[in-house]
């Protein structure tokens, strides 16, 4: 009786096209829902809340001198032992202090972006910036030196994030580049 009973109920649905009707309906709802989907980065980029631990950056302060006194904090905090600093005397302003460092690199393929290093330093010289584009094909540029850490990353720390911006892609000699435009954003969760 119930068997009978239920092939006529899956009779009336094939014949009313329900399950048809009902997968349509999911359909047509993320067809006029709001896209969450970025183009990234052909037109957009994600730009991280100040939190994000990226590439490091070494900073300079007001007048233009390096806050990095070379004190070694930053690598003996290091669990991977991925920064090497090289300290030298030099009093030419270069520096806060007389003591500068001659050589700071730190290897990304060793680093876990854990923040120690960061945390160690008493100057604030060194932060983890927003910068996660590292891809590269050649593992030289892995090894980054205090020369290319000290240029701004294009996201200053004043911004807060959290937001995705417009973007532009060119591809250059040197690989992909991706530049973006911070006064143009909107607000995104992820
Ligand atoms: S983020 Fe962590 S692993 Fe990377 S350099 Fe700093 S302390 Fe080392
Ligand atoms: S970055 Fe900071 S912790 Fe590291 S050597 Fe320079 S001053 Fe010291």
Redesign the pocket.
């Known amino acids: 009786m119930s068997r009978k009973g239920f092939d006529l109920f899956d009779l009336i649905k094939k014949v009313l096209f329900t399950d048809f009707v009902k997968g349509l309906t999911v359909t047509l709802g993320y067809n006029i829902s709001k896209s969450i989907t970025m183009r990234y980065p052909d037109e957009e980029k994600w730009i991280p809340y100040r939190r994000f631990?990226g590439l490091?950056t070494l900073n300079r302060d007001e007048n233009g001198r390096e806050l990095c006194v070379a004190c070694e904090l930053?690598s003996k905090?290091?669990?991977?032992g991925?920064?090497t600093v090289i300290p030298e005397e030099n009093d030419s302003g270069r520096g806060i202090a007389d003591r500068v460092a001659k050589v700071w690199t730190?290897n990304l393929v060793?680093?876990?972006?854990?923040?120690?290093?960061?945390d160690a330093c008493p100057t604030r010289a060194l932060r983890?910036g927003r910068e996660y584009e590292l891809a590269c094909a050649d593992y030289s540029c892995t090894l980054m030196s205090r020369d290319q850490l000290l240029v701004p990353q294009p996201v200053p720390e004043s911004i807060p994030g959290g937001y995705v911006v417009k973007s532009k892609l060119e591809r250059t000699p040197q690989g992909i580049k991706v530049t973006v435009d911070l006064s143009k954003f909107k607000k995104r969760s992820i």
């Open positions: 631990r490091h930053c905090a290091c669990p991977t991925c920064i730190v060793r680093c876990l972006f854990c923040g120690y290093c960061e983890l």
